[in-house]
């Protein structure tokens, strides 16, 4: 190897690699790539040089792509919300409430866009719960860590309609500890660039990513049951997550199949209270058909009920997240025709008298 060249290869290199494309012409024979670890750690570029600035959307004349053209909502950068629901136990209704809760935002706020994201890599429901093809491969994703981008995290993205997008895994045995902590943050990290809204459906078993997770999220829910034993895990579980992180936002608890009726040993809102030591807690009620049946059709629940309790629960729920007031759909009933009969009668006699 020639002298001089061997002296300049890195600054030669680092050139190449800065300057733009039109510039990387031949590399001179002179330059043997025979490199070193030190080199690389002298060379000055970092890897925040090669991700996308929001200028990179930009069109040569410095206009930006409109909402409406092809693949619209890669096109501008946006500081999506992150709404994340995780599970106290299994089966306490995470998938069915984080799928109901998107479509319920993108319903509410059609201009928005919004990506619904499994976190189950393992027994991952949603895509099933809203009869679509899951769109994560985890080989492929895991390949992607380190050189994940809007485009390559577009890859990993489903459709269930326009402006509702949906990220969710094939599932295998294990995929839970298989999936890589980085490519999944790197995937993540994209998808808020991308959307106005993401809702997480995380799985109640604890993993390296799961602290990270919930740590980015801007609302975060534990979701439990009216039961006693759930209420006593949530408590503890909430006070886990307290001492373990210091969390920028509050932990909001969502008890859900809540049963309003006073039922033989059931448990009512005060004993709930006292339980978990807070009187503040969201419900979202039980209404076994209207859950059993969106599941059983692959549709949210407020696409074939749009009045069913538990679709009002939901909206009401992110109401309340929004800081919105939930429009009534009805007239209220007059008090008066429900008044009873009799009462009506006296109070005309006592009227005529
Ligand atoms: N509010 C509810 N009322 C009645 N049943 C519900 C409700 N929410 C969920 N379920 C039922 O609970 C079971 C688990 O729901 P799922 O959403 O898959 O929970 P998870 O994701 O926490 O495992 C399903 O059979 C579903 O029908
Ligand atoms: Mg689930």
């Given amino acids: 190897m020639d002298k001089h060249c061997e002296n300049d290869d890195v600054l030669l290199l680092t050139d190449i690699v800065t300057q733009g494309e039109d510039d990387m012409l031949t590399i001179p024979e ?7 670890q030190s080199d690389f750690e002298d060379a000055a570029f970092e890897v925040a040089d090669f991700v996308a600035s929001p200028d990179d959307h930009k069109n040569e004349d410095g206009s930006e792509d409109g909402p409406e ?12 919300q992150i709404w994340a629901y995780l599970g106290v136990m299994g089966g306490a209704g995470v ?10 935002l993108s319903a509410l706020h059609k201009d928005k866009t919004v990506c619904l994201v499994d976190l189950d890599f393992e027994r991952g429901d949603c895509a099933g719960y809203l009869d679509i093809m899951p769109s994560v491969n985890l080989d492929e994703l895991n390949a992607a860590k380190g050189r994940m981008d809007a485009d390559l995290a ?46 997480l459906d995380i799985p109640p078993m604890w993993r390296p990513w799961t602290q990270a997770v919930i740590g980015a999220a801007d609302k975060f ?26 969390l920028p936002v509050e932990i909001s608890i969502l008890v859900n199949k809540y049963e309003r009726r006073n039922l033989s040993h059931s448990v009512n809102i005060k ?24 599941i059983n059709c692959g549709k949210p629940a407020g696409k074939i009920s749009p009045e069913a309790r538990y679709t009002k629960s939901v909206r009401a729920h992110v109401h309340h997240w929004l800081g919105t007031e ?28």
């Fill in 271 to 294: 004993d709930a209270g006292q339980v978990l030591g807070k009187a503040d807690f969201g419900q979202i009620c039980v209404d076994e058909e209207t859950v059993r049946s969106a």
């Fill in 221 to 246: 829910a534990l979701v439990t049951e009216m039961r006693v034993p759930a209420l006593h895990r949530t408590k503890k579980l909430s006070a886990f997550i307290s001492s373990a992180m210091s």
């Fill in 154 to 199: 577009a890859t990993f993205i489903g459709q269930y309609k326009k402006k509702f997008s949906v990220i969710s895994s094939e599932g295998e045995m294990g995929g839970n500890d298989r999936v890589d902590t980085d490519a999944l943050l790197g995937l993540l990290d994209c998808v808020c660039g991308m959307f106005d809204f993401v809702v």
């Fill in 69 to 80: 053209d092809k693949n619209d909502d890669k096109a501008e950068i946006k500081d999506g």
């Fill in 95 to 104: 998938t069915s409430l984080a799928v109901q809760t998107a479509f319920e």
């Fill in 30 to 36: 002179c330059v043997e790539v025979d490199l070193e």
């Fill in 326 to 353: 939930a429009k009534c759909e009805k007239a209220p009933i007059s008090l008066f025709k429900r008044r009873p009969k009799y009462e009506r009668r006296r109070e005309r006699e006592r009227k005529r008298a």
